[in-house]
């Protein structure tokens, strides 16, 4: 269904139909306009020789006319199934039509009382009611192959040919012209998962060279803007850090006094909240778009990860895949996983759990992270996605700003992948990421293959 509405079916279906109009337009005009007046010319033509041969008979001396009677096969009655007509079909349709046009139009200039029979059954001959003599008899007058059999079934067959020839030529056009499209809905794909696509060519036709240089002018504006938000981010966290480290470390160098002491604590804390913060914004503005991918053991990284939190008295469950080693952004992938593991222990703290497999066919895998708390609301498991969204935190950290699962979701879809939010059955959250196992040129291709 996806195809039938596609642009370029549409078009294949159009050219397919003003090809077929065309030829068969064309057959009409050659059929109407030319064969029918020929054919009748030719009748006129023969009746003026039948007419002529009609008195030579009439005339003919009685030794003559007994020549003639065996040359001509004279009889009386016309001969019994000598005007059986022929099943009509669509291999002689045409001279079906081109011998009753003659017949009709022999009729038309002969005598009332000269009959025209054409036999069909055996030998194509024209029996034709004259005069030998003074008595009517029915001649037959043989009807040579040639004169019947013009090579029509011969111009039908070539101009199907060549209205053939015109739909594969239209459709290697459209395919053509349709690549270019294709590239361009790829490139814009992959940008929108993150990546930064490589420019269009603008070799094409003009009108789409047009959207290419376009396409690639607004990504270039696009890739300056992050570049510039990357630099505006990054001034923004060295210009705030800087006044924060001279504040921890003055906050360090104090000696507060016993009622104070409290106060610094908080102070501290709320130190270690804003780096975090700042370094979240920073995350969100890069999303791992500049690193390259490495052949990496994602379980193996599962496995370290949860090893550090349980250090840190967090115990997660672990169901690892043996996924073999792929490529992927380490770092980024790391990071989607610590943003998850930290949102368990925050959000649900207990039935923490990590789980890793692949799907069927090996090209996808999956890591959850999962948690029995008290979870989310049906309503708010979207909601969740956008940035500065946050849910409410069980234990006594604040919370951070609501892009960890933004971040998740941008790293994902640079990976192939994709983020899923589900309750759990018997309570709690589950997240699932994930990433495509095949390399990046290779689903490249692939979103070529569709062209």
Same mark, same amino acid.
């Given at each position: 269904?996806?195809?039938?509405?596609?642009?370029?079916?549409?078009?294949?279906?159009?050219?397919?139909?003003?090809?077929?109009?065309?030829?068969?337009?064309?057959?009409?005009?050659?059929?109407?306009?030319?064969?029918?007046?020929?054919?009748?010319?030719?009748?006129?033509?023969?009746?003026?020789?039948?007419?002529?041969?009609?008195?030579?008979?009439?005339?003919?001396?009685?030794?003559?006319?007994?020549?003639?009677?065996?040359?001509?096969?004279?009889?009386?009655?016309?001969?019994?199934?000598?005007?059986?007509?022929?099943?009509?079909?669509?291999?002689?349709?045409?001279?079906?039509?081109?011998? %009753?046009?003659?017949? %009709?139009?022999?009729?038309?200039?002969?005598?009332?009382?000269?009959?025209?029979?054409?036999?069909?059954?055996?030998?194509?001959?024209?029996?034709?009611?004259?005069?030998?003599?003074?008595?009517?008899?029915?001649?037959?007058?043989?009807?040579?192959?040639?004169?019947?059999?013009?090579?029509?079934?011969?111009?039908?067959?070539?101009?199907?040919?060549?209205?053939?020839?015109?739909?594969?030529?239209?459709?290697?056009?459209?395919?053509?012209?349709?690549?270019?499209?294709?590239?361009?809905?790829?490139?814009?794909?992959?940008?929108?998962?993150?990546?930064?696509?490589?420019?269009?060519?603008?070799?094409?036709?003009?009108?789409?060279?047009?959207?290419?240089?376009?396409?690639?002018?607004?990504?270039?504006?696009?890739?300056?803007?992050?570049?510039?938000?990357?630099?505006? *981010?990054?001034?923004?966290?060295?210009?705030?850090?800087?006044?924060?480290?001279?504040?921890?470390?003055?906050?360090?160098?104090?000696?507060?006094?016993?009622?104070?002491?409290?106060?610094?604590?908080?102070?501290?804390?709320?130190?270690?909240?804003?780096?975090?913060?700042?370094?979240?914004?920073?995350?969100?503005?890069?999303?791992?778009?500049?690193?390259?991918?490495?052949?990496?053991?994602?379980?193996?990284?599962?496995?370290?990860?949860?090893?550090?939190?349980?250090? *840190?008295?967090?115990?997660?469950?672990?169901?690892?895949?043996?996924?073999?080693?792929?490529?992927?952004?380490?770092?980024?992938?790391?990071?989607?996983?610590?943003?998850?593991?930290?949102?368990?222990?925050?959000?649900?703290?207990?039935? *923490?759990?990590?789980?890793?497999?692949?799907?069927?066919?090996?090209?996808?895998?999956?890591?959850?992270?999962?948690?029995?708390?008290?979870?989310?609301?049906?309503?708010?498991?979207?909601?969740?996605?956008?940035?500065?969204?946050?849910?409410?935190?069980?234990?006594?950290?604040?919370?951070?700003?609501?892009?960890?699962?933004?971040?998740?979701?941008?790293?994902?879809?640079?990976?192939?992948?994709?983020?899923?939010?589900?309750?759990?059955?018997?309570?709690?959250?589950?997240?699932?990421?994930?990433?495509?196992?095949?390399?990046?040129?290779?689903?490249?291709?692939?979103?070529?293959?569709?062209?």
């Amino acid at each position: 269904m996806t195809l039938l509405r596609s642009l370029f079916a549409r078009n294949i279906a159009l050219l397919v139909v003003l090809v077929v109009v065309s030829q068969i337009s064309s057959l009409s005009v050659l059929i109407h306009f030319v064969q029918r007046p020929r054919i009748e010319r030719a009748a006129e033509t023969f009746a003026i020789y039948v007419q002529t041969l009609d008195d030579l008979l009439e005339t003919a001396t009685p030794d003559a006319q007994s020549r003639l009677a065996v040359r001509f096969e004279a009889s009386r009655q016309f001969p019994a199934g000598a005007a059986s007509e022929p099943k009509v079909t669509w291999r002689n349709f045409y001279r079906t039509y081109q011998r %009753d046009v003659f017949i %009709d139009t022999l009729r038309q200039h002969l005598p009332s009382n000269m009959q025209v029979q054409w036999q069909t059954a055996g030998e194509q001959r024209l029996w034709i009611r004259a005069h030998l003599g003074h008595e009517p008899y029915w001649i037959a007058l043989p009807v040579p192959e040639a004169a019947h059999n013009d090579g029509m079934l011969s111009a039908v067959a070539l101009s199907f040919a060549l209205a053939a020839l015109a739909i594969v030529t239209a459709y290697l056009i459209q395919r053509h012209i349709n690549r270019p499209l294709q590239e361009l809905a790829n490139a814009a794909n992959r940008l929108s998962s993150g990546e930064a696509p490589q420019a269009l060519r603008v070799d094409g036709p003009t009108e789409i060279a047009q959207v290419s240089v376009a396409f690639n002018q607004m990504v270039h504006a696009l890739q300056e803007a992050d570049a510039t938000r990357s630099l505006m *981010l990054a001034g923004i966290s060295h210009d705030i850090r800087t006044p924060l480290t001279k504040l921890r470390l003055a906050v360090a160098m104090t000696s507060p006094s016993e009622e104070h002491a409290e106060l610094a604590i908080s102070t501290d804390h709320y130190l270690d909240q804003i780096d975090a913060i700042l370094q979240q914004f920073m995350d969100y503005a890069g999303s791992g778009a500049r690193e390259a991918a490495e052949i990496s053991d994602l379980d193996a990284l599962v496995n370290n990860l949860a090893a550090d939190f349980a250090g *840190l008295g967090h115990v997660f469950e672990l169901t690892l895949g043996d996924l073999r080693p792929f490529a992927f952004r380490p770092i980024s992938v790391m990071r989607v996983l610590m943003n998850l593991m930290q949102n368990a222990v925050l959000y649900g703290r207990v039935g *923490l759990s990590a789980r890793t497999w692949t799907d069927a066919a090996g090209h996808t895998a999956y890591v959850e992270i999962a948690d029995r708390g008290k979870g989310v609301n049906g309503g708010d498991l979207d909601a969740l996605r956008a940035p500065f969204k946050r849910g409410r935190s069980t234990g006594t950290h604040p919370g951070g700003t609501g892009l960890g699962l933004a971040i998740v979701e941008r790293i994902a879809k640079l990976h192939g992948g994709e983020l899923q939010l589900m309750q759990r059955e018997g309570g709690g959250f589950a997240a699932i990421v994930s990433l495509s196992m095949r390399p990046p040129n290779q689903r490249s291709l692939e979103e070529r293959g569709a062209v």
